[in-house]
């Protein structure tokens, strides 16, 4: 076991986009000194992000443009559960928070003003914009200075329209998907000329998919739209070089308005439903992840992917064991694994070994840290054995090397910085090393977006993948166990984690894997549908005619426990 913590770095956090512009893009926003949070984060991003120079100028205007119109009923039913959840909220003695609350601009955002006082002349505004040579004005404000204050730039004047602003009608959209009963919710950011509106098609600027949480609006909507900063400024990166100036509203899409009369009433019915079925979520979430072994021989069809017979390992209660990788070691089979220690709320790397007469024996804890660490992925590497893990409660990606395998590991590196990754895979392939990770850019969940990191060595450094975010999709991001090779085509495991986490694993084919490229089709997926007292399983993985995966649930009582011993003995 090692407790090897690494000093304190004065490295900057890894970028997670490479710089496209010679160029920042010059980016200002007009409007009043208040501002829903997510604007503020938007900033906070911004500062380490190349491409942009974002600044505020603050004026003296409304603070908010009006939502497009909604049916009553739908606009009844938001006012009404926002009431709702504030006065729970405000009897469990919380404020109600989130993306679209409204907070002050940092003084180091705004731009000195050349007036005394905020003024409420585009004119002036316009004056002080052709001076700052700004490229692109986002206006939170009246629609009728968006044509004043584009005159003064190179790409125009985009208008916050109020469905991303205001704060009890904003991102109305994202019920649709709740209405639909679906399992994910696209956020997506359009951008809709105000001369076309309901003729033209918006453009789409940036789309992320997130899982859809029915049983309450407002947490379904925060949880979507704190991505906002991230997506816009995923949007400002792909502005051609050649300008186009334009004025146009800033939305989410598609249009609320599609809902129709009577969206409200059915919302409601469904939240109900959900709440009502709130104590045996809360049942099965508590259920214990562990670890299924199927029978060794022929590997799984990937193309029909299932589970015949299995045992299984189960952790003494109340821990839980997940995250399986195994490896061949002096014809010994070894399965390193997470082991969440209730008694401390947090996970560690533990060994177990399987006998070949149908045992287990736990050889001891791997790794332990001050934080939780989990998805330990164990390989060799010119004649060494190495081990990441996921510690994103550290903010960090670190490497370690093993002194005695498979108990004793010390830290060689931080692969990546001051990031929440989770679930990092390490992939080595046509001489370069490819490091995937889920990030959490803007606060978001961790589980909708893929970004990959491609270095020249092992131990890095590890640049951001032009094609980042490579995967922008809860259903199929995160990643799932070990790159591995079957029939010739590289697959990347991944996690479904909609409507819930660790739903079920898919299948991705690697089409395309280079420091330039990066294409991934989705195979199949593989859901714990063998069995009704299971509901998860988010992480596959395999050595020589032995597959390994985890399991969240009941363990199916046609599958056999093995006995696991304890072992101070490798």
């Known amino acids: 076991m090692s407790v090897a913590t690494p000093a304190k770095s004065t490295v900057q956090r890894t970028p997670l986009y490479r710089k496209r512009r010679a160029n920042p893009l010059r980016v200002v926003l007009v409007g009043p000194s208040q501002v829903p949070s997510w604007i503020a984060t938007l900033f906070e991003l911004a500062r380490d992000h190349g491409d942009v120079d974002l600044q505020a100028l603050v004026a003296d205007i409304p603070a908010d443009p009006s939502p497009r119109r909604l049916p009553l009923d739908l606009r009844l039913f938001l006012w009404v559960e926002r009431a709702l959840l504030r006065t729970y909220l405000r009897l469990c003695r919380r404020s109600l928070e989130g993306p679209l609350s409204p907070v002050s601009l940092p003084m180091q955002c705004r731009v000195d003003s050349t007036f005394p006082e905020p003024t409420a002349d585009p004119h002036a505004i316009r004056s002080q914009l052709e001076a700052m040579q700004v490229d692109l004005v986002l206006l939170y404000g009246p629609r009728a200075w968006a044509g004043i204050l584009a005159d003064s730039t190179e790409y125009g004047c985009w208008v916050l329209d109020g469905d991303l602003t205001d704060p009890v009608h904003a991102g109305a959209a994202l019920v649709a998907p709740i209405l639909a009963r679906e399992i994910a919710t696209p956020l997506v950011l359009e951008l809709n000329s105000p001369e076309s509106e309901g003729n033209a098609v918006p453009e789409v600027l940036a789309t992320s998919w997130g899982a859809t949480r029915a049983v309450s609006f407002n947490q379904h909507r925060d949880l979507a739209m704190v991505k906002l900063p991230s997506l816009l400024l995923r949007a400002f990166r792909q502005l051609p070089e050649t300008p186009a100036r334009r004025v146009a509203n800033l939305q989410v899409g598609p249009s609320a308005s599609n809902c129709g009369f009577g969206a409200g009433m059915r919302a409601v019915l469904i939240a109900a439903k959900l709440a009502l079925q709130s104590r045996s979520r809360r049942i099965a979430v508590n259920q214990p992840w562990f670890v299924l072994l199927p029978e060794p021989g022929e590997a799984m069809d990937l193309k029909a992917p299932s589970l015949g017979a299995c045992r299984y390992l189960l952790a003494p209660q109340p821990d839980y064991w997940a995250d399986p990788f195994l490896m061949e070691h002096s014809g010994q089979l070894l399965l390193f694994v997470e082991q969440y220690v209730d008694a401390c709320k947090r996970g560690v790397i533990v060994c177990i070994r399987l006998d070949a007469d149908g045992t287990a024996t736990k050889l001891g804890v ?29 903010n960090r990606v670190s490497l370690y090397r093993a002194e005695d395998f498979p108990l004793r590991w010390v830290h060689e590196s931080d692969l990546i910085h001051g990031r929440v990754c989770v679930d990092p895979t390490l992939e ?139 072992s101070d003995q490798v």
């Open 366 to 394: 791997a790794l332990d840290e001050p934080f939780h660490l989990s998805y330990p992925q164990i390989f060799r590497w010119q004649d060494a054995w190495y081990m990441t893990v996921e510690s994103c409660d550290a």
């Open 428 to 566: 080595y392939h046509d001489g370069r090393w490819y490091l995937f990770a889920n990030v959490s850019e803007s606060g978001g969940n961790p589980s909708d977006e893929l970004f990959l990191f491609v270095a020249d060595a092992l131990h890095g450094p590890y640049l951001p993948h032009p094609a980042n975010p490579v995967s922008v999709d809860v259903r199929n991001a995160r990643p799932a166990g070990r790159l591995f090779r079957r029939d010739g085509c590289l697959f990347r495991p991944a996690q479904c984690c909609a409507p819930e986490y660790g739903s079920a694993v898919v299948f991705n084919e690697v089409l395309e894997l280079s420091p330039d490229h990066y294409v991934e089709r989705a195979v199949s997926r593989l859901a714990p549908y063998w069995s009704e007292q299971l509901d998860g399983c988010h992480t596959y993985n395999a050595t020589g005619n032995q597959e390994v995966l985890d399991a969240h649930g009941q363990p199916p009582s046609m599958a056999m426990r093995i006995r696991v011993t304890e």
